[in-house]
């Protein structure tokens, strides 16, 4: 899927952060709207309809975090997908930022690439049949069209929560959520399920993937929930 005249409206405070973030975006053939605050970003968003909102934390006055919960309530802006960009680094700090219905982050400083990367990888799933069909972490392989999921060329049998559990972990490497966070992703934000649930289906699929030596990917992060990852 082409990223070219993919439209993001940058909101940040700092003019001199927004000049250079236009810049790299531009030169990766995005179109680039600006806002330095929340108002100018309601106005922005009244004109046009972004495909992404990059939204820096902390800003004076409304906060990003708060006009981010504002926006995700909305009926006419729900849908827009938001990444968060914080100089906090702290995994709470994180989990409050995907409470708020923020779509990603990315933590101060980081490099152009990386933004770049994970702007594309977000415009891509939110759109409509836009995700890869393959998707593979260091020999484990998620097959999207066929639902079949291969370990270093291996199948792996799986029930179809914890096929789903894995695919939205493959979906979002490196990144802390919650239970909650995980039931609202996996099962649905209509269905109810005790969050202990998440625990059992998290065994499950460490069982099948054990095996074939990717369990430790699923890794508990203690007082908070779950992360997948390759680093140990």
Known sequence: MSMSNK?????????????????????AEFRVIEAGNAQEARLRLAEERPDLILMDWMMPGISGVELTRELKSAATTK??????????????????????GCDDYVSKP?????LIARISAVI?????????????VDGLEVDVASQRVTAKGSPVHLGPTEYRLLHFFVSHPERVY????????????????????????????RKALEPHGFDH???????????FSERA
């Open 7 to 27: 439209l993001i409206l940058v909101v940040e405070d700092e003019s001199a952060i927004r000049e250079m973030i236009r810049f790299a975006l531009t030169r």
């Open 217 to 227: 990917m699923i890794q508990t992060v203690r007082g908070t929930g779950y992360r």
């Open 178 to 205: 919650t239970r909650e966070q995980v039931l609202d992703r996996v099962w649905g934000q209509s269905v109810y399920v005790e969050e202990r649930t998440v625990d059992v289906h998290i065994r499950r699929l």
């Open 79 to 100: 849908d827009i997908p938001v990444i968060m960009v914080t100089a906090r680094a702290e995994e709470e700090d994180k989990v409050r930022g995907l409470n708020t």
């Open 124 to 136: 891509r799933r939110a759109q409509p049949g836009g995700e890869e069909e393959k998707l593979s």
């Open 110 to 114: 980081f490099s152009f690439p990386e």
